[in-house]
């Protein structure tokens, strides 16, 4: 029997609001993830693109979203998303979602569908994508509290007391809806380590995941990369920069943008490849890649923009 939060399209549920034209809610509690202010950012963006595919004919499918966090979510307040049919064309048809808590809008998403590949009847057009990273292995990624225990305990940077005491956090990998695979220097730094001297932007940051019950409706697929393209992109600034993963002292997306490639398939691994080309003004901007692991094939490309604050000053203190 699935935990509750381990089926994701149960997690993510929606049901029609009485009396209301496109209009849907949450029909399952908000998670707000550990250490985190409000309701989960992958949740707004994936439940306001669920609600969006109702919308729509079977033959379309989503090509690309573009959100903006207007105000945290409050997971004891139901979320409505309130879906406007902006255009029905041949070929493309775009919708725009508004997400409101107590009638207030906290997020707001476009999204724009495409024919299906199957559906479309076109002449050989011009093909390019960019490789699978070559220097990422499977093999080499393990499980979160296998990944953390050899890059961090075993290291020295925390000694085994210490890590008995965060036991719980990693309750959380085994009880939620993803499976993920890191390397042992996804926490911290690995001590006297050639990428220890690299610049950001000649850095990246991979990781592998899956679903752990299988996605039933093939819709879902994309709901469920929506989901997960909001975990860890943010938060591995830090490693970026040198510094423990959650070493920051306050962090909030700010806006979300993915672009969907091919049919997503959730119930094989994918690797989510992130880099950063950018931060000022404590502002930081995220650029990712998933790729199927069998294929190699692009999934999708995903860029985020965030806030978030550090404090030299400040002893580090894990948010674990």
Request: hydrophobic share 35%.
């Amino acid at each position: 029997m699935p935990k509750p939060r381990s089926d994701l399209e149960n997690t993510l549920r929606l049901v029609p609001v009485p009396g209301k034209i496109d209009v849907y809610t949450n029909g399952e509690r908000l998670h707000v993830p550990p250490g985190a202010r409000g309701v989960f950012g992958g949740t707004l963006v994936a439940q306001s693109l669920w609600a969006a595919i109702k919308t729509v004919p079977p033959t379309f499918v989503p090509h690309s979203l573009h959100s903006y966090f207007l105000k945290s979510g409050n997971k004891d307040h139901q979320i409505e998303y309130e879906v406007d049919r902006l255009r029905d064309g041949k070929s493309f048809c775009s919708r725009q979602v508004k997400a409101f808590q107590q009638g207030e809008l906290i997020f707001i998403e476009m999204i724009s569908f495409t024919l299906a590949k199957s559906e479309r009847k076109l002449p050989p057009q011009l093909k390019h994508t960019k490789p699978y990273p070559s220097n990422v292995k499977f093999e080499d990624h393990l499980d979160p509290k296998e990944s953390f225990i050899k890059g961090v305990v075993d290291t020295g940077v925390m000694k085994d007391e210490v890590f008995q005491s965060f036991e719980k956090y990693f309750n959380r990998f085994v009880d939620g809806p993803t499976e993920y695979k890191f390397p042992i220097d996804f926490w911290v730094s690995l001590p006297n380590h050639p990428k220890n001297h690299k610049q950001p932007h000649e850095l990246d940051v991979n990781f592998f995941e899956r679903y752990r019950v299988p996605v039933r409706d093939p819709r879902f697929h994309y709901v469920a990369l929506a989901y997960t393209s909001d975990s860890y992109i943010l938060l591995s600034v830090m490693r970026f920069h040198n510094r423990p993963l959650h070493s920051s002292v306050f962090s909030v997306s700010l806006d979300h943008s993915i672009y969907f490639h091919k049919q997503p398939d959730f119930n094989q691994w994918t690797l989510y490849h992130i880099e950063h080309p950018k931060s000022g003004d404590s502002r930081k901007l995220m650029t990712g890649e998933m790729y199927e692991r069998d294929s190699g094939d692009m999934v999708a490309s995903i860029i985020q923009e965030g806030l978030v604050v550090i404090n030299d000053e400040q002893l580090y203190k894990s948010k674990l």
